[in-house]
């Protein structure tokens, strides 16, 4: 059993940029460096308690938009504004989670995890759908509407009919509360935007129902 | 259980010129029902749910209510009365955080750069020199000052940016006013001040209050600035994590910077103002 869960898709966290993510139900800020580093950190800055999520990346690192106190890729915070002149203790740190990337698909866990994220080769990521209805009701309701889709490590895998066309779908999930969402990869059969479409019509359908 | 300290002040319930009759403002304060509402004699009266009136005060603009037995008069704030200033009145603003967070974000300077960017500070204008706090004991209240900053457009009346002065007051557990650089007349101050009506822990509403020397910027676009202002500090307030205020230390870092924010945390703490706080069991 893996700790690596699906955060999110590397497409939709371009270099320089920062994502809020659930994980368990732990806040996080996952940012990638304007070099491609990324990282998953604790989104409460140590400072004054601002989400990190919220703040702006500058070349390597990640800085606080509350006061701007900035923090490179270890965790470590390396400038506060307020004093230019002063070497920041190194106690002041964000809190680390661990974070991967394979297959197109961004995993986080804990602690370094000795196990691998799912092999999803042979799947292209396509993107990521939040639909409004926890992981179990989203589970059932996939198992009457795609029953194709049998559960694989990290989600469900398997052949849905598209477009009239047999399509290797992969779901990876990530559930929150009272919302699960789909990051969708797609192999061989249907096109990117019909496989889109069948994605946003499930997802109306699964709603639909689940409303009181 | 409210503590009684916390009871004995005096909050802003409403602004005073917007107070209808019965059963007018049908608001909130520390998370009990109230009404605001002016009698048939004129006067305004504040009651409980359960109809039972309790102090108030009318000043600056508003009306201040105390569920319990005032601990002491509502601060003075002799500006207010001084001819020549405006009073502007900026409306509310509701925020989803504590009361204590909201002015504990009003008494910060450093986060003017990045928050309200190119307005009241900008980078890479960022340094926040050696300032005086003090907890005093003579009026029971915490002041910050010969506080010094770069702004860009200090206010609605400067031009450029200048180095401004400044002086921040805490006037009650939820009142804040501070003292700045006056761009039209060097020998006095602009007041600016936010009132907090703590609706429950975790919400509050602001009131934003000026007294300024600035017989021409026109009414609107003092307001607009204003408004401007709090609503970038909203998209800060309702982030900080956790919702209430941190009393004790180790839960957040302060810095030099933060001086006044600590004094006033310490104050709250040894007056047992702990409504919007969280504090470790002691
Ligand atoms: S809260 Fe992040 S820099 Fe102050
Ligand atoms: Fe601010």
């Given amino acids: 059993m893996t700790n690596w869960k699906a955060s999110g898709l590397s497409k939709d966290l371009p270099p320089a940029n920062v994502m809020h993510a659930d994980w368990q139900g732990v806040d996080l800020a996952v940012w990638r460096s304007a070099s491609g580093r ?38 470590a915070c390396t400038h506060i504004p307020a004093h230019p002149d002063m070497t920041p203790p190194a106690t002041i740190t964000a809190t680390r989670f661990e974070v991967t990337e394979r ?87 249907a096109g990117p935007a019909q496989v889109s479409r069948w994605a946003e019509s499930l997802r109306r359908q699964i709603e639909d129902r689940s409303a009181p | 259980m409210i503590p009684q300290a916390v009871l004995d002040q005096w909050y802003p319930v409403a602004m005073t010129s917007l107070v209808g009759p019965w059963p007018g403002r049908e608001t909130q304060l520390l998370g009990r029902p109230i009404m605001v509402f002016k009698t048939q004699s004129g006067a305004v009266s504040v009651q409980t749910a359960q109809g039972q009136a309790v102090a108030v005060t009318l000043a600056y603009g508003h009306v201040w209510a105390c569920l319990g037995t005032p601990a002491q008069d509502l601060f003075a704030l002799p500006e207010a009365a001084q001819p020549g200033r405006r ?37 890479p204008h960022t340094e926040v020199g050696r300032y005086e706090v003090q907890i005093r004991d003579d009026v029971d209240e915490v002041w910050a000052t010969k506080v010094h900053f770069y702004q860009p457009q200090a206010a609605k009346s400067a031009a450029g940016g200048i180095v401004t002065e400044y002086m921040y007051r805490v006037a009650a557990p939820t009142a804040a006013v501070l003292y700045k650089t006056c761009p039209n007349r060097t020998n006095e101050w602009d007041v600016i001040g936010i009132f907090v009506q703590p609706l429950a822990e975790d919400l509050c509403d602001v009131y934003p209050y000026m007294a300024l020397f600035d017989d021409v910027t026109p009414q609107a676009d003092l307001i607009h600035f204003q408004q401007m202002i709090f609503l970038q500090d909203r998209s800060i307030l309702e982030n900080q994590i956790p919702r209430l205020l941190p009393l004790d230390p180790g839960m957040e870092i302060p810095t030099q910077a933060d001086l006044t924010s600590v004094a006033y945390r310490r104050w709250l703490k040894r007056k047992g103002l702990t409504y919007g706080a969280q504090v470790v069991a002691a």
């Fill in chain 1, 103 to 189: 297959g197109g698909v961004i995993w986080i866990a804990a602690k370094d995890d000795p196990t691998a994220p799912p092999d999803i080769a042979g799947f292209q990521p396509l993107r990521s759908l939040t639909v409004q209805v926890g992981e179990q009701a989203l589970l059932q309701a996939l198992a009457a509407d795609a029953p194709g889709l049998t559960e694989a490590e990290g989600g469900l895998r398997g052949t849905v009919q598209i477009a009239g066309l047999d399509t290797q779908i992969c779901l990876m999930l990530q559930p929150k509360a009272q919302e699960t969402t789909l990051h969708i990869l797609c192999g061989a059969g």
């Fill in chain 1, 38 to 75: 990324l990282s998953a950190w604790v989104d409460r800055c140590p400072h004054r308690g601002m989400r990190l999520s919220h703040g702006f990346v500058r070349g390597e690192t990640l800085a606080c938009i509350y006061h701007g106190w900035t923090y490179g890729v270890t965790g």
């Fill in chain 2, 87 to 123: 009073l502007v009145d900026c409306g509310v603003v509701r925020v989803k955080c504590s009361p204590l967070r909201a002015v504990e974000n009003f008494l910060d300077i450093a986060h003017f750069p990045f928050v309200h960017t190119d307005v009241l500070g900008a980078e």
